[in-house]
């Protein structure tokens, strides 16, 4: 008999796990909190060994068709001045997508023999000796073999299953706010960075001439806003940029009008374990990165190794967890440590630590140091290896 899956979460980790499960086999269900697919969020790049995980998925060719092909970053003074340059391929790596459009592609791979679920959430998970008995908001109860969660930083099935977010999750001492407002810069596949100590505003336009994708970044020590009071959210971002020149007044009003804004910490999520019993986590569930992590390649990259273990254990979900948690460990460790210090290149606190940030982004900018800056920035990309399951292969129970 086939083995059911459940996936909860269709942001990235979610339908790339449908799409490497249903080659392999087995049929994914994914549960879907939004009521329909969550496509905001900034850019997202891939490098190294993920670029041969996105051939392999054969999904290359539509990434490039959204590519964004980011020209250079340029750090500015409050008063617009320019003071250091980075090369495309510190920010933008090997090819650089929205992360809406990828989430898109991910899903038009799967739609068609993949069953969505938009607008409801696990509200309970009882396991048995032989599956899990899965209660939901909306829809009646319904048994699976196995669950995954790949419900992202504040995953539901890890809280069900594992204990509150609190226990795990590890603030790294900053807020991000991304969102989209016409591109009255007129910038022309060209980002702009501006920091202040404690605050920072990025802006830049790619593909899409006519938009500017903008991140707001700030210090923000114990800060708690409700998860879906958006509201409450720009009021917080507002009060946090008053004051800050260059072009912050004009993007704070665009701030007002934006309908798809992006608001979280950044944080870290470490468990000693990423399964029990019949239920695993992956991707930012299991263990976000943050930026600077690369958590999106982390993300399928884990969905790739799930699912092959899975077939290559024809289903003995014990043996399977295990060997997907000893091959992506190493790069999580990497991942997550390259991560944690993200804060002094970002949003650093300091003036001091701005004009150090500063230095470096010019020493590093320079083109004899571009080939080490790429070294260090594709470390995490580069942690796991790929290795070649056999698919499809007939998952058994
Ligand atoms: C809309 C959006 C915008 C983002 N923008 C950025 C960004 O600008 N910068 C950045 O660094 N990271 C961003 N992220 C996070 C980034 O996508 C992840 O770090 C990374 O890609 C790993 O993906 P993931 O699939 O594990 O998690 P995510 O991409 O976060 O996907 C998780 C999915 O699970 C869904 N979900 C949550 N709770 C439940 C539940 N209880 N039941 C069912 N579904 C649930 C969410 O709606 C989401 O679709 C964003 C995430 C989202 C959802």
């Known amino acids: 008999m086939t083995t059911t899956v459940l996936i909860s979460g269709a942001g ?24 329909a697919l969550r496509e905001g969020g900034s850019a997202v790049d891939f490098r190294g060994e993920q670029m041969t ?53 991910l899903y038009e791979h799967t739609k068609d023999d993949t069953e969505y679920v938009f607008g409801d959430w696990i509200t309970g998970l009882d396991e048995q000796r032989d599956g899990v ?43 991000t706010a991304g969102f989209v407002v016409p591109n009255h810069l007129d910038l022309d596949h060209l980002g702009l960075i501006c920091s202040v100590p404690g605050r920072t505003v990025m802006a830049a336009s790619g593909r899409d001439r006519s938009v500017l994708n903008v991140s707001f970044l700030f210090a923000s020590d114990s800060l708690e806003v409700p998860r879906r009071d958006v509201e409450a959210q720009k009021k917080v971002v507002m009060e946090r940029f008053a004051g800050m020149g260059w072009e912050v007044p004009k993007l704070l009003e665009g701030l007002k009008d934006a309908d798809d804004v992006y608001f979280d ?33 982390l993300a399928m990259m884990g969905a790739y190794i799930l699912s092959g273990e899975l077939a290559a254990a024809h289903g003995d979900h014990e043996v399977a967890f295990a060997r997907y948690e000893e091959k992506l460990r190493g790069a999580v460790k ?30 590093l900018g320079s083109r004899p140091m571009t080939k080490v800056f790429t070294w260090i920035t594709s470390r995490a990309a580069n942690a796991a290896t790929l290795e070649n399951y056999d698919a499809p292969v007939a998952a058994q129970r």
């Open 133 to 175: 008995e899965v209660t939901f908001a909306n829809s009646e109860q319904r048994r699976f073999d196995l669950v995954v969660g790949a419900d992202g930083l504040h995953s539901g099935v890890r809280r069900l299953t594992f204990g509150d977010e609190e226990r795990f999750r590890t603030d790294l001492g900053f807020h």
């Open 53 to 105: 995980l996105l051939k392999r998925m054969g999904i290359l060719e539509d990434i490039r068709a959204k590519e964004i092909a980011m020209g250079s970053q340029v750090v500015i003074d409050s008063r617009g001045k320019k003071i250091a340059e980075m090369p495309s391929v510190f920010f933008s790596g090997e090819v650089e997508i929205e992360r809406g459009d990828l989430t898109r592609i």
């Open 265 to 297: 910490s950044l944080s870290q999520i470490y468990l000693d374990k990423w399964s029990k019993g019949r239920i695993v986590l992956l991707g930012d569930a299991a263990y976000c990165a943050g930026p600077g992590g690369s958590g999106t390649g």
């Open 12 to 35: 990235i980790a979610g339908p790339a796990l449908a799409f490497w499960l249903r080659k392999r086999g087995f049929a994914p269900t994914v549960v879907e909190r939004a009521p």
């Open 334 to 363: 990497v991942s997550q440590k390259q991560a944690a210090g993200i804060g002094t290149f970002l949003i650093p606190k300091t003036r001091f630590v701005i004009g150090y940030r500063n230095f470096l982004y010019r020493v």
